[in-house]
């Protein structure tokens, strides 16, 4: 593949499915497109990409592999494993460089660099993330159907994901994690048949990243093989150092995933709560479209 031209027409920030999904569309648009990937992906620690027809179970980095296998056939995309560090959009390009020297201009940005996890302080925790404590039950709940499983939240969250995970479990306990039962919730769990316990979760327990015992600070030993929590996430430091208007945690973006900066776009986790690699990848798609159309009628 070709190394980045002098501007490039597009400079992508991140190397996850959004991004590759994105790099395609521009590739076969013939639009010179750069792909930073600071080769750290959120997803690494998950054992297989679900939901995603004809990669059902790929690792995360078979699935980039794959990716990158296909994208070798168009001479326009090039790719460089960097992490960018700073940002600016000066005499109608971006303006970008990485901490390991490189300077780089395009005409257009799509950033598309997820979101940075905050992990919850639950000795455990970190050996057993994306390995059985997910966040997803649509990812993860096939390969631990018919198994005990728990899930950490309260309120609208907690009757949302308890039920949820009925339709691959019957035993489903709700965790509060010293969070007050609210009625609402209550009565929810009630009509459900689902447990629940509200004592603050001390440890996760099992061999290796296995889950085998949740234990609360009531002395409470719970047998569990799998656990459902959504972490805190915040965005990237770039994203906030660029001042573009968040909804909570997430890039506000229109329906092509164009951000409220001139020639700049998102896609991917960093815009949604709905994170699934197919999602990802569909709204890459949708961010090249819109690019390419947005340059192909560029007065300048």
Known sequence: MMQGPEVLDVLIVGGGPASLSAALYLGRARRR???VDAGSPRHAPSAGVHNFLTR????PAGFRELAWADLQEFPTLSRVEARVTALAFENDLWQARTAQGHELRARALLLAMGTVEIPP???????????SVHHCPFCHGWEVRDMPVATVGHGEFARHMAPMLQNWSDDVMLLTHGEPLDAE???VL??????HHTSPIVALEGPGSALHTIVLQDGTRVARRALFMKPGQRPHDLIRELGLPLTGAFVEVDAMQRTALPLLWAAGDCTTGFQQVIEAAAQGARAAASIIMTLTFSTD
């Open 56 to 59: 059902e179970g790929v690792t």
């Open 121 to 131: 302080e639950i000795p455990g925790y970190a050996e057993r993330w994306a390995k």
């Open 190 to 195: 009630e009509a459900r048949g689902i447990a």
């Open 33 to 35: 497109a750069l792909v």
């Open 185 to 187: 919730t209550r009565q």
